[in-house]
């Protein structure tokens, strides 16, 4: 995200990613607080984003856990580590 945490603009910046660099149709681009799920304006804590694209034979989903520095989470713990 590299700074940016106006959930508005990082989805706009993932949509046009996809869109230049892929023939895929894009179903949803979300950014939640994770885990709660939850719709936010700007990234100030955990948040996840999802995302699903159609191609001619597939529906691709995938979704990344971010730190809210921007940096990917690599694995998920309850209670610490």
Not at 20 to 46: F, H, M, R, W
Not at 62 to 75: A, Q
């Amino acid at each position: 995200m590299d700074g940016i945490n106006n959930c508005d603009k990082i989805i706009n910046e993932v949509r046009n990613h996809i869109n230049s660099a892929t023939s895929g149709t894009i179903d949803y681009t979300e950014l939640l607080t994770y885990p709660g799920l939850k719709q936010i304006s700007t990234v100030n804590e955990q948040v996840i984003l999802a995302v699903a694209v159609n191609f001619a034979k597939a529906r691709l989903i995938d979704n990344i856990i971010l730190h809210p520095n921007g940096t990917e989470i690599n694995h998920i713990c309850k209670g610490g580590c």
